[in-house]
């Protein structure tokens, strides 16, 4: 089988390993960083975990923090203004999957014309090359953005999420850290928690996995499947903690390669209607979503089944399938993910706006890589079903 693997040259892992950027930077001859984050970041002190060592080494830097949860494209534009202003050599994306996909986006911008919009970026065309080096420090478990190449951003003038795509989004670096996470809150815990299992379970079960993707998906899987739910109801629980941090890392490490599938081409309307988080509507959307495409792929999600452990290793495929989707039903229950009607979605906007979202999410081009390749009727049904 002839693949292509991409994935960032160094990624630094381990508790604390935030405090080692400085060195990371003069490892890689780099000295001018802006820094991409959200407010929560900078309101509650957490961006100081990596100033700190910036300011103690001697290194300069500035912040732009006027980030949103899910990401803009005028907010691309104010952090591209910032970075043309002055001469920065690298960017720094810290944060949930919102500041690093940020922190992506103007990088891809940068490199642009003057005057280009992100609209121009967006699937198919490949967004190959930007203008600096970038690197990713998550401080949530769940979109495994530091290790992918892809970002996603909200286009509010067509209530579009644009899918950009290409190895212009590749971090040259990323930073690990566990630690980071430890003060998230139990919402936030299982979305992105859930976000990370949907990312391996679709790398896994993509019509583009391969046999790396399937290492790191396998892995990945195995890791949260036995932590997700410490997290959340032990959220000081430090071994459960750095377990779903590499898992999340190893899942992004799996779509990037494999693609993700009909979960998240469905999840991004949501989310650009709706203003749902991503992986809250990925976590809506898991259940049902894995019950239509179960026997197109039935081997498959049995494997995922048993490398999660909602079954044993001698339950036969259909009983291991069935048992995948009892246990994605269970954590959504023991986790508290809320249908759309109950996160507040009015039925009749919703049922109003299903066609369109329905012609976005096939639009996107990941349905295309589910076991069971969906037709816009297809997913409507499923978006009744789930609201």
Not at 117 to 136: C, S
Not at 150 to 168: N, Q, R, S
Not at 239 to 255: K, N, Q, S, W
Not at 272 to 289: E, Q, R, W
């Amino acid at each position: 089988m002839d693949m292509s693997i991409a994935a960032p040259r160094i990624m630094d892992i381990g508790g604390g390993a935030v405090a080692r950027i400085a060195a990371l930077l003069d490892r890689l001859g780099l000295a001018k960083p802006l820094i991409v984050t959200d407010p929560m970041m900078v309101r509650l002190g957490l961006i100081e975990r990596l100033t700190k060592p910036l300011d103690e080494a001697g290194i300069g830097y500035r912040v732009f923090s006027d980030t949103v949860p899910e990401p803009i494209d005028t907010v691309i534009d104010a952090g591209v203004a910032v970075a043309r202003a002055q001469p920065f050599d690298c960017i720094i994306g810290f944060g949930g999957g919102s500041p690093i996909d940020t922190a992506k986006a103007i990088n891809i911008l940068l490199h642009a014309e003057p005057g280009a919009k992100m609209r121009a970026f967006k699937v198919p065309v490949a967004a190959d090359h930007a203008a600096l080096p970038l690197i990713a420090v998550p401080t949530t478990a769940g979109t495994g953005s530091e290790a992918t190449r892809f970002t996603v951003i909200t286009d509010p003038e067509h209530d579009e999420k644009m899918l950009i795509a290409g190895f212009g989004a590749l971090p040259l670096a990323a930073i690990v850290d566990y630690q980071l996470t430890l003060s998230v809150p139990p919402r936030t815990t299982a979305d992105t928690g859930i976000d990370a299992f949907t990312h391996a379970l679709e790398a896994f079960v993509s019509r583009r996995a391969n046999s790396v993707s399937d290492a790191y998906a396998r892995a990945a899987m195995r890791l949260i499947g036995a932590n997700l739910r410490s997290v959340f109801h032990e959220p000081d629980n430090h071994p459960a903690r750095e377990a779903m941090m590499l898992g999340a890392t190893l899942a992004g490490l799996a779509f990037s390669n494999a693609s993700v599938a009909l979960v998240h081409g469905m999840s991004r309307p949501i989310g650009a209607h709706f203003h749902v988080p991503h992986g809250l509507s990925n976590a809506m959307l898991l259940p049902a979503v894995t019950r239509y495409s179960l026997n197109a792929a039935l081997p498959r999600y049995a494997e995922a089944s048993r490398l999660a452990g909602f079954a044993r290793d001698e339950d036969a495929n259909q009983v291991a399938g069935a048992e995948l989707i009892a246990a994605l039903e269970a954590i959504n229950r023991d986790l508290a993910v809320p249908t759309p009607e109950q996160f507040g979605i009015d039925r009749a906007l919703w049922d109003a706006r299903r066609k369109a979202m329905a012609e976005q999410a096939l639009a996107s081009g990941s349905p295309a890589n589910n076991p069971a390749v969906p037709d816009a009727n297809a997913i409507i049904a499923l978006y009744d079903r789930i609201f």
